[in-house]
């Protein structure tokens, strides 16, 4: 078991800061906030809208999961479709800046029947019923950062989506749709165009979950496909990049910040990888040298990536020397002349730029901490999986700030924006367990957000910070995993007000937001850390 973090948990948020214990509130007092920062929360539709898959619903492509009992039912999930300004009061309540959601594509081109093959109608009514509820983010004060494809996409399209040659068209053309019909709304509802979008969620764990593990329904697996996907995802996202500038421009709406969201697992080949070949032609890089151009990437990140001395991890040398035959693996078989369709796009664009920030989740990024036995709870529950499950994740404030860092290094002129942070625990059969290693919520955000302190006095670019997720939600197949901050009684379709541990979290997410801000104005405008660019200004 990895050792606690030093901030133990159980402690009240406002009196310990007071008190000086761990730093916190001194940390927080010489710690200026950048202009424009977020704090925020993050959900995705189909986790906590509800309403598909069912008889005369929009169908996904869990659909058939769903039916044969491969995946819990999503059913309702949180009913944030039907209400979700009961989301959005309780997210403003707690003074956060912005609230971070997604549109479903399945929601918006809906077929409802495994048969359609034909792309169907747009819904004009989904549109205006999203246009409602980013306009309601909007009228409480909150930014709105749009996901417009997390995970899934409508069953009409098939299984195996980002392994079909017109994927990177079919989901650019979406995006650009979808962007439009979005923001024509909101401005005849006397609100403004979305100016963060986020294409594509997480698409280096799409492709690896899906094709190499198989946790997501998909028709075919091996890492070959597993490599084609990843191409393709990343060339839409580029091309998508390219139309939904396009459209801003177009439209007369300014300037939008298009990036996509990386899954952190510090490995290069798994990550790092394509946000370097998605701006290797901004960086200078010529087509014919991206593997050189690739190999010097990888060397220096190789180098920065390095985790702090003491650092909380799983299986001590062994788990090391796993990590390190997987990265030198990689190393010898993985080059960026592996994905052919994003660098197709990169280099045929009107627009040698990919990426307008970057957009980091981090949760435990080491490969070395993945393999765990399961514990005799476990095994009496119905697990036997010799991976950690999320709730025995390994949350070390140290390697969080590492990867931030290593991640900002190369790329100085892009604002970093945290899109995914969160802390899981575990539901079974009615019951909550407490972590492994006694880490509640509330001691999990004092240590990040004091690291957050730490990486804006050292100078990166960091602009956001959002907590994965504002209630627990159905993850991906189960409701056994729970990330909120306030827990979600699910019978009775309410949140409630802790989270499952019977913590306040979201009370103290709120108190360390509110003590930050009360310092930082106390302070003024000097000393600032760093701020955006005029043109990525909100």
């Known amino acids: 078991m990895a050792e606690r973090n030093s901030c133990e948990p159980g402690e009240n948020a406002l009196p310990s800061m007071r008190e000086g214990q761990s730093g916190l509130y001194d940390d927080l007092l010489k710690t200026p906030l950048p202009r424009g ?3 925020g929360v993050s959900n995705s539709g189909f986790q906590v809208e509800g309403g598909f898959n069912g008889p005369g619903l929009p169908l996904n492509n869990w659909w058939e999961w769903e039916i044969s009992g491969k995946a819990e039912s999503s059913g309702r999930a949180c009913s944030f479709w039907e209400r979700p300004d009961e989301h959005l009061e309780l997210a403003a309540s707690l003074g956060l800046d912005a609230f971070r959601m997604s549109v479903e ?29 980013v306009r309601s983010i909007q009228r409480k004060g909150m930014q709105p950062v ?11 399209l098939g299984a195996d989506l980002w392994l079909r040659a017109d994927a990177a068209d079919k989901f650019s ?17 006397g609100g403004e165009p979305v100016r963060m979008w986020v294409t594509l969620n997480e698409p280096n764990a799409l492709a690896m979950i899906t094709y190499l593990l198989g946790r ?11 490599a084609r996907a990843l191409d393709i995802l990343f060339a839409s996202h580029a091309l998508a990049y390219d139309r939904l500038h396009d459209l801003y421009l177009r439209m007369g709406w300014g300037r939008p910040l298009v990036s996509y969201n990386t899954f952190c697992m510090n490995l290069y080949e798994a990550d790092r990888i394509f946000a370097d070949l998605l701006m290797a032609r901004a960086r200078g890089a010529e087509q014919g040298r991206l593997r050189s151009y690739g190999k010097d990437c990888r060397k220096r990140w190789v180098k920065r990536m390095r985790l702090p001395e003491g650092a909380a991890t799983r299986n001590g040398m062994p788990g ?30 009107d627009r040698p730029e990919k990426l307008d920030y970057l957009g980091l989740d981090i949760y435990d990024p080491l490969l070395r901490d993945f393999p765990k036995m399961p514990s005799l709870h476990e095994m009496r529950t119905g697990l036997s999986n010799v991976n950690m499950e999320l709730w025995q994740e390994i949350h070390d404030p140290g390697v969080f700030g590492a990867t931030v860092e290593a991640w900002s290094e190369g790329y100085e002129d892009l604002p970093v924006y945290i899109l995914e942070n969160g802390m899981c625990t575990r539901r079974h059969n009615g019951k909550d367990y407490p972590r492994e290693d006694g880490l509640t919520r509330p001691a999990f955000l004092r240590a990040q957000l004091k690291e957050v302190a ?31 901050l306030y827990a979600y009684d699910y019978r009775e379709g309410a949140i409630l007000p802790q989270d499952c541990m019977g913590e306040d979290a979201g009370s103290e997410y709120a108190s360390l937001v509110a003590a930050w801000k009360n310092a930082d104005e106390a302070g003024g405008d000097k000393n600032r850390c760093w701020e955006a660019p005029d043109d990525c200004r909100f």
């Open 454 to 484: 730490r990486l804006l006095r050292r100078g990166i670019p960091l602009r956001g910070y959002f907590y994965w997720s504002l209630t627990d939600n159905y993850e991906w197949g189960s409701y056994e995993p729970r990330f909120g």
């Open 146 to 156: 749009i996901t417009l494809l997390h995970f899934t996409h409508p069953v009409w």
């Open 320 to 349: 090391r020397m796993f990590e390190g035959a997987v990265r030198s693996l990689l190393g010898l078989t993985v080059t960026m002349e592996d994905f052919p369709a994003t660098a197709a796009v990169v280099y045929s664009s």
């Open 37 to 39: 920062f977020l704090f």
């Open 173 to 189: 053309r979406y995006c650009e749709v979808a962007a439009e019909s979005l923001n024509k709304a909101l401005i005849e509802d």
């Open 105 to 133: 594509w399945a929601r918006l081109q809906p077929a409802t029947t495994n048969g359609t093959k034909s792309p169907p109608a747009w819904d004009e009514e989904a549109i205006r019923g999203y246009a409602r509820i």
């Open 216 to 226: 997501f329904p998909c028709g075919v697996k091996g890492v070959g496909k597993m």
